[in-house]
């Protein structure tokens, strides 16, 4: 498999474990949701890749609206 972003080959999978927390005030007694799963990464470029495991994404779907989109700041 190659890059996403560069194309390149020169990649790298590693284990992670992450919290994802629900942004703004009024989530804050939501506690967050713990992900553990793999993370492909070019080695290159820095582009990563990162499916959070089903179960995990039930609970993130659950308290994330549908109708909203991302914006990373």
Sequence with gaps: ???????????????????IHF?????LDKPGVWVFSKLLVCLDCGGSHLKIPERELAAVAKDTPA????TLE
């Design 1 to 19: 498999m190659s890059c996403r972003l560069c194309e390149s080959s020169n990649e790298a999978e590693l284990a992670t474990e992450m919290v």
């Design 67 to 70: 109708n909203t989109s991302s």
């Design 23 to 27: 942004p703004g005030l009024k989530n």
